[in-house]
């Protein structure tokens, strides 16, 4: 563990130049884009259904690629060009965006349409993200992929929240298809950005007679099992996952009904999240410097504990406000220290792979928890799931205590 703290001390901020600029804006444009999308289509969703299972199918259309494919995708993202296989699955986002917008705008969306669109974004969406992690230590020297990180998240953030949310219901009023069409030309605007990439094809080594993608899949799995760090990453975030499911679900009852807030309250609680994972993007590398990758994530994950205990407990909406933003700093935090701990760690012909091992695994967490908090706020109240997901917040710091030294 002494190296993995070590290498903190050399952090620095990434040029935009060489290949990151281009990388990033990609990434934010595509997230607009994405968070257009995301909040225009459960409003579809709600104005062709009444149905309440019909409408969540669709949000679990969104989930259900990861566990089928997730690990596929990562196993093709350490074969193949990273940055050949980006530019071709936005094209092809691109495209299916594009022609769902026709479809909307010419009355022929249904719910049947919508499960099939999520589920092959979905599906596109295991190769582009895993080929994009794979990808990033390519394009940005070692010590500053922290940095790089962080900064590629916080961008994404502030382009999902501050920047399409509030325009959604602008582009509705100009027509029902104007969002997902917006999309389309992220897409194809991220496609572009990221084709012009210059950087060379990855070099692999050959493979063995007779090698199957299970079989890389097999190989990934050993690996990220045998790292001690990277395996007690993998089960923290397994646990917090099911937590922030949880969260999730029961966060507009939570403020709603326990703290009878109103939607006024539900926004500000949301800004207030957002905020603070924007402010969390920017000191994420600080920290890393001081403490060091594994000790940024524990601690994140002590203050995050702490803010679902005082949300599940105390009954005041400026504390839920107040938790939510350093809910969101150390959340940011965890995920860009986390990532890039698993980009150094990893092997670079295996990086897609474990990716997509941890990503699936939060894929899975995320349902789960998110029934687990409905099944809890029934039969116990509106704020035991947020008591609930504290003490899966524990439990994950509990899993890493062993990595600190």
Not at 232 to 249: E, K, M, P, T
Not at 267 to 286: D, H, N, Q
Request: glycine content about 10%.
């Amino acid at each position: 563990m002494a190296a993995v703290q070590a290498v903190q001390g050399e952090e620095r901020a990434p040029a935009w130049r060489g290949g990151f600029g281009r990388l990033w804006s990609a990434a934010v444009v595509s997230k607009f884009g994405d968070s257009l999308r995301g909040a225009a289509m459960p409003l579809l969703a709600a104005s062709l259904t009444s149905d309440p299972v019909l409408v969540s199918l669709v949000t679990a259309c969104g989930f259900l690629p990861w566990l089928l494919f997730g690990l596929l995708g990562g196993a093709v993202a350490d074969r193949v060009d990273q940055r050949r296989a980006m530019w071709t699955v936005d094209l092809l986002r691109g495209v299916l965006m594009a022609a769902f917008a026709v479809a909307v705008a010419r009355g022929h969306a249904s719910i049947a349409l919508l499960v099939v669109v999520a589920f092959a974004l979905t599906t596109l969406q295991t190769l582009f993200d895993n080929a994009a992690t794979a990808l990033l230590p390519s394009l940005v020297p070692a010590p500053t992929l922290g940095t790089a990180n962080a900064r590629l998240m916080t961008g994404q953030m502030i382009a999902g929240t501050f920047l399409a949310a509030p325009l959604v219901p602008v582009l509705l009023i100009w027509g029902t298809s104007v969002p997902y069409a917006a999309d389309a030309v992220t897409y194809v605007l991220a496609a572009v950005l990221i084709a012009s990439l210059r950087t060379a094809a990855p070099e692999r080594e050959p493979r063995e007679a007779g090698a199957t993608l299970r079989g890389d899949i097999k190989e990934g799995l050993k690996t990220l099992w045998a790292d001690r760090p990277l395996r007690g990453l993998c089960i923290s975030a397994a646990l917090c996952n099911v937590g922030v499911g949880a969260l999730i679900a029961m966060l507009v009852l939570h403020l709603t009904g326990w703290l009878d807030a109103g939607h006024t309250g539900y926004v500000v609680a949301l800004t207030a999240y957002g905020v603070g994972s924007v402010i969390g993007g920017l000191v994420a590398g600080r920290l890393a410097r001081v403490l060091g990758r594994i000790r940024c994530v524990f601690l994140a994950g002590i203050v995050q504990s702490g803010c679902l205990l005082a949300m599940g407990l105390v009954r005041e909406l400026w504390v839920t406000v107040v938790a939510l933003a350093l809910f969101g700093l150390m959340g940011l935090v965890w995920n860009a220290n986390e990532v890039t701990l698993m980009q150094e760690r990893a092997p670079a012909k295996m990086l897609g792979r474990i990716s997509a091992a941890s990503r699936t695994l939060g894929a899975a967490g995320a349902p789960l928890g998110a029934l687990l908090g409905g099944l809890v706020a029934s039969a116990w109240g509106l704020n035991t799931p947020m008591l609930m997901a504290a003490g899966l917040f524990v439990l994950s710091v509990a899993s890493l205590a062993p990595l600190i030294n």
